[in-house]
């Protein structure tokens, strides 16, 4: 099972078919005639029950009929697995140039006998057809490879996995060979050349073993082949494989984003030097990829690699490998516990969607996860125990990840939600249910991130109790109260009992679509509503509290609180016209107060100003005082000029700014908002809750539709947690208390028409 | 040889599934499906999205065997089905005509009366 194997089964055959061509000819003349291995016989890799692919090519005005059959009838004869063709040079260059397959395989055509020249004419000519088609070719090849990817799986988590056709297995390893040859892009070719020679390894003891061609690992196969590699148990043999199949796909995923790259430049605008531009503070987007901006030094800001990896899985681009493993060698370490900002970037990746599995697989292959989540190491390539599973416990959690992202306006915690995902399974590899043993290794990763308490309390339980809403759903009865008060009591509250629901139906989708069936999700459903209504209606104190706690706790605050009455300027006093702006610098952020004569629009106008100016607004509360209105703004921007600020507001209230024509599309494909009323959490005002992404603009859009409407808010309590804001506003009509239900309709709606369609100020 | 098909409450499942192993049926069929009886519960929201509640989820199961065989699984499915509550389920009995297993190709045996837990599925 060693490379000299496949080197002595290659002589045997090339003997055999360099003989049958030699033995024909007879010492006639030989020019125009040459007989080629191509494929994996070409490469010269032969596995023991490999098929013999060769090619009789000839000169086009050579006729082979006769030859032909001379040759092919000895190597029958010696009962070798032949696939065999006769060309003609300029068909096997036609051949090459119509279908990608063929070139690929002809790629690899090597001399076995007869007339040199002739194929080394072929080498060369293929060669220069395949880079001077690679534009042409390549995509179609990209999409024979995801076909291929989709309908096999990966090597690294498939149950039974294709040492050759799967997703990182010797098929993509030779489409790599030949991406370089195409000199568009480059791979590390040692690395490559390392995996290939372990994988072909693999696949000569599975031939063995089998006794057969066959290039699929059945489970009962793996005992054997730990022995056969050396390994201590299937187990280990299942890592070793795996790991293999996860560096080759990692190697393809990256070399075929660059070929993308490669192909959306036009030819001829190959600029001189890197094109870099920033996205993030330190981050910056450069050839398609995610790399660090010019000047950026990785020992002064911890929070670099988190914020890398966010934005380049939620532009759903390359986090270049290079970067981070800089970044782990000279990146400074996050502080412990980790801020409120490096939790909210670590879970603005996992809400990602589909843009996290290829940084998450980057940042595993850099070591960067081990810097970030060491605990991951327990479930790395952990093969899962239930056939129903269609990934390793590891990919499955990204996969649980990538389902949850597209669910989280159901839930208030989206932060909370998003880190028990990826911890969920975290227990499993143990004899013990893995429930169980993840709730402390969960509780010790939330700690570690900063969670507040009752926060890490609610990632345990989430942890703890993932399995619980579909084991109850399906085997108790849902009609009897202790079922219920079973569930309730572990659950404890409505939140949580939302969270667990979410978290439930992302686990199932990604464990694969039989495990979500409408009969198990009706099942669910069901059981949760039982359940919540056992609990009551969400708690509202939640609601303005919630989001800030997680604000107090990490040491932030930006409580609005009881402000008490403020002085009104005299200035102000003589022309109620003017706007006061005063802005007072706080330890992370600023506190900015404005006193006005009473309008309509004022806030909305106010939040607009900060829009403008690219400064998020944390909180804001408002109320009148004589008959002046007076609001104060919680802001994230210390250095926050008040003239500047003053400047803005006047335009916007005169008209000359219109916020609103600044704001453009998202380019994310971002979730619709979810615009709530919440009747139990205020007596006093009306209580709207909107949930979407946090982008600047938000809060004038939300405010500016409450101004048209006529409505008065009293306050705004922003909070963003991590991939998504919850921003709760307390509305009232004017000069009265809470909004009757249709006027409560008509506000929602139209906040919603005024969030729909993502439009936000695009930075 | 008779067909008998059960409709039940899912978390019945394993305790008539044991049952009528008990008396030496191991072959049956077995759907997640969702229905209706006489039963009625108005459509419910949740998570601001409307569901019929109408439609309820069972679980369907199916067994051939012996017309000897027939009262007593009839009798171990009810008894262990029943939680005396309102959409326990139905189980219904129906003549089968013939039955071919696929593996042996007895197509000359359609009308032979099968052994005991043989297997609708």
Known sequence: MTASDRLARTRAADALCGGALEQTLAGADESGVALVAVGGYGRSELAPFSDLDVVLVHADDVDVHELAANVWYPMWDSGANLDHAVRALSEATEAAKSDARVALGLLDARHLAGDPSLTLQLRASLLAQWRRDARRQLPVIREL?????????????????????????????????????????????????????????????????????????????????????????????????????????????????????????????????????????????????????RGTVPSVDPLLMLRAAAEAAERDQVLSPPTVARLVRDGAELPLPWGLEARNLFTRLLAAGPGLLGVWETL??????????????????????????????????????????????????????????????IGKGGVVDHSVAGEPVAAVVADRMGFPADEVRLVQDLVR????????????????????????????????LQLLEVLTESDALATSPKAWTSWRAGLVRD??????????????????????????????????GEVGEVEVPAALRANPGLVDVDVEALADGARVTVISGDRVGLMAAMAGALAVLHTSVRAARAWTQEEFAVSVWHIDDQHLDGAILRQRLEAVLDGRIVPAERLRRSRRTALEPSVQVRYDASTQATVLEVRMDDRPGVVHLVLSALAAQNLSVRSAHVTTLGPQAVDVFYVQEYGAGVLADDRAAAAVHAVRRALTGAVTLDV | ?????????????????????????????????????????????????????????????????????????????????????????????????????VRADDLDEVTRVPTAGSSAG
Not at chain 1, 236 to 255: D, M, P
Not at chain 1, 415 to 425: F, I, K, T
């Open chain 1, 465 to 496: 109790w993932h399995l619980l809403l579909a084991e109850v759903a399906t085997t108790r009865d849902l009609d009897d109260p202790a079922t219920l008060e079973y569930v309730a009591s572990r659950v404890r509250d409505t939140e949580t």
């Open chain 2, 1 to 101: 040889m008779k067909l008998v098909t059960a409709v039940i409450k899912p978390h019945r499942w394993e305790a008539v599934r044991s049952a009528v192993e008990m008396v030496g049926i191991s072959g049956m069929t077995v759907s997640e499906v969702t229905g209706r009886g006489r039963q009625k519960s108005p459509s419910e929201v949740h998570r601001g999205v409307e569901y019929d509640n109408t439609l309820v989820p069972r679980l369907r199961i199916e067994i051939v065997a012996t017309d000897e065989e027939i009262p007593e699984i009839v009798e171990k499915i009810v008894t262990n089905a029943r939680t005396g509550k309102i959409g326990d389920g139905k189980v219904w009995v129906v003549p089968v005509a013939a039955m071919v297993r």
């Open chain 1, 145 to 293: 490879v995801s076909a291929r990817g989709l309908r096999l799986g990966e090597l690294a988590h498939a149950a039974v996995p294709d040492i050759k056709e799967s997703m990182g297995g010797l098929r993509d390893a030779t489409v790599l060979k030949a991406l370089v040859a195409t000199w568009l892009v480059d791979v590390p070719h040692a690395d490559l050349e390392r995996c290939r020679q372990q994988l072909l390894d693999v696949r000569d003891v599975v031939h063995e073993l089998a006794g057969r061609a066959t290039d699929r690992i059945a489970p009962e196969l793996w005992p054997e082949l730990a022995l056969r590699l050396g390994q201590p148990d299937a187990d280990a043999a299942q890592r070793y494989v795996r790991e293999i199949g996860r560096r080759i796909t990692h190697l393809s995923r990256l070399t075929w984003r660059r070929v993308d790259g490669v192909l959306e430049r036009p030819q001829s605008s190959r600029r001189r030097g890197p094109d870099l531009r920033p996205v993030a503070p330190g981050v910056a987007v450069s050839a398609g990829e995610v790399v660090l901006d």
């Open chain 1, 364 to 425: 595993d292959e850099t070591g960067a996860l081990a810097r970030i989540l060491p605990e991951w190491e327990r479930v790395r390539l952990l093969p899962h125990a239930s056939v129903v599973h269609r990934f390793t416990v590891d990919r499955h959690l990204v996969e649980t990840c990538i389902e949850a992202s597209r669910l989280i306006r159901r839930v208030a915690r989206a932060d909370v939600l998003m880190v028990a995902a990826v911890l969920h399974d």
């Open chain 1, 527 to 560: 059981l949760c509503q039982r359940v919540g209504r056992v609990l009551g209606p969400p708690d509202g104190a939640w609601l303005t509290a919630g989001g800030n706690g997680a604000v107090a706790a990490a040491g932030t605050t930006m409580e609005v």
